[in-house]
C-alpha cells in the first residue's frame, strides 16, 4: 500500500524525526514537568524481574502469564450531543500496548479477539516492542498478521508509544498503518468531519510541537490519539471530544478488586484505567493487549475495545 504524503508533511515529518531520533538517544526523558533519567526504567526492569523470580518459587508465575493471555473484547458506546450526524453509529477498533515480543504468540490471541468485529477505523495508541530501546525487527512479522486481519475502511491510524522509536515509522506505513507524529487527518461523511489528532509519545517525548498539535485550531468534532492519558487536561481545555489511550496497561499487577500497585502515571492518577471526564471530553484509557516488564498479570484483563459513537437523542 503507498501512502501519499504532502510535502509540508513530508517536511514536518523530516523535524519531527530528527528531533526525536537526538531525544531518543539522549539519556532523559522530557516529560511535560521536566526530564528524568531513563535510569529509573532501568531500576524497575531489575525489580520487576526480581518479582517475576519470587512468583516462580511461590508458584503463580504460570497463572500471571495464563491470565495476560486472556483478553477481552470490551464494546463500549459513547454519546455525545455535538455528534455530527453523519457520524451515528461510527465504529473504531482501539489497540494499544501490544508489546509484540513479550508474550510468544500474542499477535494470534490478537487476531482471534479482532474477527468478526465490524468497526470503521482502527486506531493503535503505541507501544509495539517491549524495550524502550535496541532492535525492533521482532515485531514486524507479528505486526503484519494482526493487520491483515484489520479491515477498516477508513484506514488504520497509529502513534508512537515510549517503547518505540522513530525508525519503526517507515516499517508501520509499509504495512498499511499511517503514523501520526503530532499531526491531524479527518475523515468526512457528506461534508461532515471527525478530526484525529495523533500525538507523539509525551511520556518520554514531549516537545513544544505536542502542545502546538492539541492548540491546533479545527472546527469539528476532536479526538486525540495519545499513548498515555497525561495530556488529558490540555486536549480538554482545547475542546477535544474524545480522548483514546493506554500506557498503564490497567496497572497490568493490581490488587484483588482492581487496585494497581503501580500506574506509570504522575499527573493523571485519576485516569490510568476505563472511562473518565474532564470539562466535557470523554476519555479512555484501556488496559491494552499485552504486558512488559514480565508477561504477567492479576487482577486486570488485556482488552481490544471498540467504540460506538452516538449522537445523543437520537430517535431510531
Ligand atoms: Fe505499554
Known amino acids: 500500500m503507498k501512502i501519499d504524503i504532502p510535502k509540508e508533511t513530508k517536511e514536518k515529518r523530516l523535524v519531527w524525526s530528527l528531533t526525536r531520533s537526538v531525544l531518543e538517544s539522549d539519556s532523559f526523558k522530557y516529560k511535560r514537568f521536566g526530564g528524568k533519567r531513563k535510569s529509573h526504567w532501568t531500576k524497575f526492569e531489575s525489580l520487576i524481574h526480581l ?3 519470587f512468583l516462580k518459587i511461590i508458584g503463580l ?3 500471571g502469564n495464563e491470565n495476560a493471555k486472556n483478553i477481552s473484547i470490551k464494546k463500549i458506546n459513547l454519546t455525545f450531543s455535538d455528534l455530527p450526524d453523519s457520524f451515528d ?3 473504531i477498533l482501539h489497540l494499544t500496548d501490544l508489546h509484540l515480543d513479550c508474550i510468544a504468540g500474542i499477535e494470534a490471541i ?3 479477539n479482532i474477527a468478526g468485529l465490524q468497526y470503521d477505523i482502527c486506531v493503535i495508541t503505541g507501544d509495539y516492542r517491549e524495550k524502550t530501546f535496541g532492535s525492533f525487527r521482532q515485531i514486524l512479522p507479528p505486526l503484519r498478521k494482526i493487520v491483515q486481519n484489520i479491515h477498516a475502511r477508513d484506514g488504520i491510524y497509529s502513534v508512537l508509544g515510549n517503547h518505540d522509536t ?3 515509522v517507515n516499517h508501520l506505513e509499509n504495512m498499511g498503518i499511517t503514523v501520526l507524529t503530532n499531526e491531524v487527518i479527518s475523515v468526512q461523511r457528506n461534508g461532515e468531519k471527525l478530526f484525529f489528532t495523533g500525538i507523539d509519545d509525551p ?3 514531549y516537545t513544544d510541537q505536542t502542545l502546538c498539535s492539541l492548540e491546533k485550531k479545527l472546527d469539528g468534532f476532536k479526538i486525540a490519539l495519545v499513548h498515555s492519558p497525561e495530556l488529558y487536561d490540555i486536549a480538554g481545555k482545547n475542546q477535544y471530544r474524545l480522548y483514546l489511550c493506554g500506557h498503564t496497561h490497567g496497572g497490568q499487577i493490581c490488587l484483588p478488586g482492581g487496585r494497581p500497585v503501580i500506574t ?4 493523571a492518577k485519576h485516569q490510568y484505567k476505563g472511562l473518565w471526564h474532564y470539562n466535557g471530553m470523554t476519555g479512555y484509557t484501556s488496559c491494552g493487549c499485552s504486558t512488559s ?4 498479570r492479576f487482577n486486570c484483563e488485556g482488552e481490544v475495545t471498540l467504540f460506538t459513537l452516538m449522537k445523543e437523542n437520537r430517535t431510531n
Open 110 to 112: 490478537i487476531s482471534e
Open 203 to 205: 511520556n518520554y517525548y
Open 51 to 53: 518479582f517475576g523470580f
Open 264 to 267: 506509570h502515571t504522575f499527573n
Open 61 to 63: 508465575y504460570q497463572k
Open 293 to 296: 516488564g514480565i508477561p504477567v
Open 166 to 168: 522513530f525508525l519503526m
Open 89 to 91: 453509529g461510527y465504529r
